[in-house]
Every structure is written in C-alpha cells, then in structure tokens.
C-alpha cells in the first residue's frame, strides 16, 4: 500500500488495489450494498463513464437510466464542468478563509435566483438533506411556529430533520423521537387547512412531483397551498433536490403552472456537476433578514464547506451548459417522447399498468394482470413481497440490455426512470426495445425470468 504523500500516486493506488473494492466495501463500509448487489447480480466493475453511459473492462457500454440517483443531470464529465474544476483548482483562490467575500458564491447565487423570480436570497450547504434542513429552520425561526406538514410518502432526505418529514415508516421506524410534524395526504387542501387552523404550523414542506412512485402534485394544488399557507400565516417550502434543474421539463417544477409562490426553494444534486456535492436553499429577503436580524447572528446558521470553491464553480459551470445546450427544453422534449412510446406500450402489455410523469422523471407501473397463468405467478411473488415484480424488470434490463434503472422505493411495482438529461432519441430507441423484450419475456410466462422471480420470492421470505 502507498503511503506518505511524496509517495501518494492515484492512479497506481487504483491499479494495485481497485480489484479489492467490493472486498473492502464488505469489510469496511455498508456491508448490505455488496450483498445485495450480489444477489441480484449488478456487482460490475465499471471502469469509466461518459454522458449517459458507463463501460466495464470489455468495453461494454451501459446505459445509465438512474444517474446518480438524479445527481448526473448532465450526465458524466461533461467537458465544460471539468474545464471550470481543473481552472478553479489551477487558480489556487484564498478560498474557504471565512473572513472575507469570495466572489464565486456571489455568482452562483446571481445566477440561481434569475431562474426564480421572486425570491432574492440563497444559502449554500453540501447536500439535498443539508438544503431541506435550512428551510425547515428558516421556516421555524421566521415564522415562530414549530410545527412543519409535509405529505403522505414523501422524501427530503435522512437527517434527522428530514427524516422528521419523511412519509415512510420504513424509514423511519427506529429513530423516534423525531420531531412532532405531520403528515398530510398530497393533494388533500381540506387536510392541509384543518392542521392551519390550530396556527402553529410553520410550513408545509412538498416535492412538486414525488420521487416515490413519481406521483405529481394535482393541478392547481401548489398554488391553492401555498394561498391557503399564507392566508394562515405559513410557508410554502418547495423541495426541488430531484426536480429541479430542468429534470420535470421546466426550470423548477414548480414553474410548470402560473402563480406558484413558494417561500423557500430546495436544491441539490445537479447542481454539481456531478462532480462535487452541494446544497442551495432559496428564499425570500425577510426570512433571510430575520434569521440573520443582527451582527450577533452572522453565523447562527452556516457550514463549513458551505459555498466552498470547487461547489460554486461547479454550479456555474452546470447553470452555462443548461443554458448553452437547451437542456430543459431537451428534457421536456425527451421526455414527451419517452414517455408516449411507453405509455403506448400499456394496451400491449397487461402486466403494465401506467406511465406517467413530467420530462425525464418518469414511473412506469405494474400490476394485477387480467389472465389465469399469468395471474397466479403475479399473486405468489405479491404473497412474498411487494415489488419484487418491478425487481424481475430491473434485473434483465441490467444484465441482458446493460440498462441501468431502480424500482421508486420499498414495496413499490413502480419503476423509476431518471437519466441524464443529455439522452436523446437513440437512449429512448434502445430503451423502448429492451423493455419491450423484458415485457414480452414476462409475458410468455415461463424461463429465465420467472425462475429468477422464484428466487427472489425464496429470499423474501426466508429475510421475514
Ligand atoms: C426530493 C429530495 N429531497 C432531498 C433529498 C436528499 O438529498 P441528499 O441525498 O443529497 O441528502 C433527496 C434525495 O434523493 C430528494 O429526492
């Protein structure tokens, strides 16, 4: 092993080592991740990536449909993010002093807030959750209240403030006592006004369009919530980690109908870059002024690496190449037709059942299908656990297309699409086939694909 900085040689420490790493991820970190990788047989090595593709040893190329969990929005080293890195650590800035004004954050906040008229103000943390975290204090401290709403199913992330406004016990369960917020059902402004009422409720906290199960917020909701939030006294807190950045085929999703007035704007993930994580909570002028009402308070909320450098140069150079290259505009447009070739598959295919959401942030939902054979092979896998359908389709999308996806989340038979932006109609082309095959194999009812359902329902159960 090298050792000593004079000695430090990455490339080596990779090429003598990098064999080992699901060994010392086994031994070292979260030792499920390579157990379930192995079972469902995704323990690649993938040795470089590119735009939306990754490539192993062979040079075999996989089509990334998940990037990043949404953090690869522009897809992988785009040449313009890793030009401002390489010229940000060139230029060797007094960065990080703490006593002084950089100018990069300054920019990056400019350049932000022009996409969102109406609010005037960001901070700068380094990560999804660190950005939910700053609005639920924001909103607390500027409203006096202490009470956050936050929907049915929802997902901000998982410390533990946000996990205080997750709407699944499976992810909760086990960390109690969080915060005392509450759940409302999404879309239900009946619910949202009768916990208003008792007037100790700071905020309601919302994903315009839900990562689990890709679920949009009803016409109009947003805007009558965020009404009916003020009317009271409280704020609209619009998490934007996973949709914003053009992901939905507008800027924020929020903006995909007139009049949504959020108070505090959540973002992440692609603002990277891909390349360095970072957190951005924008918001109004008061909430900012209150919290930071005088001197005494400059730090009263602040992180270290908060607006550091290599984050703000990231995030501009992202915001250049979504202007430069259309990528909203080629999300919407993508989508569109994405979505259209699937959503014609539903007839087909009685396993299929729906597909839906906005740009390239789409579910494709599976489920009782109407014929005996196949009605019956559907109610044992439903018997052992929900979702290991969903899991039958990841799989030979994986190892037979060299397609990356996810199922949306835990007992789901929903499938979740969410790839770089950058895809265009060749990626839809070769992931429209390749499901169309997955589905024709499931359909037939019998070989490879069932065989390995049969396993999947025996390590269900036996994990009871
Ligand atoms: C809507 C939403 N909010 C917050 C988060 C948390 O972001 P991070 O993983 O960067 O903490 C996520 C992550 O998936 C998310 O989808």
């Known amino acids: 092993m090298t050792t000593g900085s004079a000695g430090f040689d990455l490339a080596k420490l990779l090429a003598d080592r990098g064999g080992e790493r699901y060994e010392l991820h086994t031994r ?26 990754f490539y192993d040893a062979e040079g075999n190329d996989y089509l990334d449909m998940l990037a990043g969990f949404g953090v690869m929005g522009l897809g992988r080293h785009h040449p313009v993010v890793r030009q401002a890195l390489h010229d940000v650590l060139d230029a060797q800035l007094a960065d990080l002093t703490r006593f002084d004004c950089q100018p990069l954050p300054g920019l990056l906040a400019e350049r932000l807030l022009s996409y969102a008229p109406g609010l005037d103000r960001v901070f700068f943390g380094n990560s999804g959750t660190e950005a939910v975290e700053t609005a639920l204090k924001f909103a607390r401290y500027a409203t006096g209240r202490p009470r956050v709403l936050y929907c049915d199913h929802a997902f901000h992330g998982l410390t533990t403030g946000s996990l205080s406004v997750n709407g699944e016990d499976g992810f909760r369960d086990g960390f109690a006592p969080l915060l005392p917020d509450t759940a409302v059902p999404l879309g239900d402004l009946g619910a ?25 917020s009803p016409p109009g909701y947003l805007r009558a919530a ?22 939905t085929g507008d800027f924020f999703a929020y903006q995909h109908e007139e009049g949504v007035d959020p108070d505090l704007v959540c973002v992440a993930k692609s603002l990277s ?13 008061w909430i900012f002024k209150k919290v930071y009402s005088s001197m005494d308070r400059v730090l009263v909320h602040s992180a270290s690496f908060g607006s550091n450098a290599q984050a703000m140069a990231a995030g501009l150079a992202t915001l250049a190449v979504m202007d430069d290259e259309r990528i909203t505009e080629n999300a919407r447009h993508v989508g569109d037709l994405l979505r259209k070739r699937l959503g014609a598959l539903v007839d087909k295919y009685e396993l ?101 359902g049969r396993t999947l329902v025996k390590q269900a159960v036996a994990h009871r």
Not at 36 to 50: H, I, N
Request: proline letters at 4%; hydrophobic letters at 45%; aromatic letters at 6%.
């Open 28 to 53: 070292h970190l979260n030792h499920q991740l390579p157990r379930m990788l192995r079972t469902l047989g995704f323990d690649k090595v993938y040795e470089r990536a590119e735009g939306a593709y």
């Open 192 to 216: 949202l006004e009768r916990e208003l009422k008792r007037g100790d409720v700071a905020a309601l906290v919302v994903e315009p369009i839900q990562g689990k199960g890709v679920h949009e």
């Open 226 to 247: 965020g009404e009916l939030l003020h009317k009271h006294g409280a704020l609209l807190i619009a998490d934007e980690v996973q949709t914003g950045l053009g992901r």
């Open 273 to 285: 870059g891909g390349y360095v994580p970072v957190g951005a909570t924008l918001g109004k002028d």
């Open 352 to 452: 299929l059942h729906a597909v839906r959401g906005r740009g390239l942030m789409i579910g494709i939902e599976f489920g009782k299908p109407r014929s005996l054979g196949l009605r019956s092979r559907w109610t044992m896998l439903q018997a052992a656990r929900k979702g290991l359908f969903a899991q039958m389709v990841v799989v030979p999308l994986l190892q037979r297309h060299r397609i990356l996806t996810q199922v949306s989340g835990d007992h789901l038979e929903v499938i979740k699409l969410i790839p770089p932006l950058v895809v265009g109609e060749a990626e839809v082309e070769r992931f429209v086939t390749a499901f169309e095959q997955v589905m024709d194999d499931a359909h037939a009812g019998g070989g490879l694909m069932w065989e390995f």
